[in-house]
T-cell receptor, first 113, second 116 residues
Framework: DAKTTQPPSMDCAEGRAANLPCNHS???????VYWYRQIHSQGPQYIIH???NNETNEMASLIITEDRKSSTLILPHATLRDTAVYYC??????????????FGKGTHLIIQP | DGGITQSPKYLFRKEGQNVTLSCEQN?????MYWYRQDPGQGLRLIYY???????QKGDIAEGYSVSREKKESFPLTVTSAQKNPTAFYLC???????????????FGPGTRLTVT
């Protein structure tokens, strides 16, 4: 699986869009980009995933560059409850999607009031 | 409500004792997982199970054991052979192979184990 690189921490003002970057320059053609977040002392929460096209759901948007070497998770109107560690994970589906994930250290996003 | 339950939230044990952490899900998911998290670190995979009566070692299985006798349950035993058992343990589940390819996993609230 491709390695990902994320900034260790970021700040964002409440009500603004939070843009979290992730580099995955060694991603291969069949690998997906997944995003999870973990609020302090809780279990991680799935946010979104994508292959090539941009994706949007009720939580966030995922923008993947055309060469797929990087992506950005966008929280359009950040609130204090969005303060969490955000994990970017690249994973192929050859294991059927049931053989576990590896979470790095992620980005600690702090929403400032 | 559907979800994953882990109990207890906090667990204290003496060194040398085995301890079993429970994980139950009512999401009708085939696949279940155990992860370990140390302070300031990401999650590491201990064991996973794609179907009842079958399970596979993850990246850090040494000192741990699991069973999967029922679809809903995937208990983890931390044995005395685990050298550094104090950690935050997280259980997760997903739909599983053959029912859709996705790494969308649902996590429980975790059990914080302290061994002294």
């Amino acid at each position: 699986d491709a390695k990902t690189t994320q900034p260790p921490s970021m700040d964002c003002a409440e009500g603004r869009a939070a843009n979290l970057p992730c580099n995955h320059s060694t991603i291969s053609g069949n690998e997906y980009v997944y995003w999870y977040r973990q609020i302090h002392s809780q279990g991680p929460q799935y946010i979104i995933h994508g292959l090539k096209n941009n994706e949007t759901n009720e939580m966030a948007s995922l923008i993947i560059t055309e060469d797929r070497k990087s992506s950005t998770l966008i929280l359009p109107h950040a609130t204090l409850r969005d303060t969490a560690v955000y994990y970017c994970i690249v994973r192929g589906h050859s294991g059927g999607g049931a053989d576990g994930l590896t979470f790095g250290k992620g980005t600690h996003l702090i929403i400032q009031p | 409500d559907g979800g994953i339950t882990q109990s207890p939230k906090y667990l204290f044990r003496k060194e040398g004792q085995n301890v079993t952490l429970s994980c139950e899900q009512n999401l009708n998911h085939d696949a279940m997982y155990w992860y370990r998290q140390d302070p300031g670190q990401g999650l590491r995979l201990i064991y996973y199970s794609q179907i009842v009566n079958d399970f596979q070692k993850g990246d850090i299985a040494e000192g741990y054991s699991v069973s999967r006798e029922k679809k809903e349950s995937f208990p983890l035993t931390v044995t005395s052979a685990q050298k550094n058992p104090t950690a935050f343990y997280l259980c997760a589940s997903s739909i599983g192979p053959g029912r859709g390819y996705s790494y969308e996993q649902y996590f429980g609230p975790g059990t914080r184990l302290t061994v002294t």
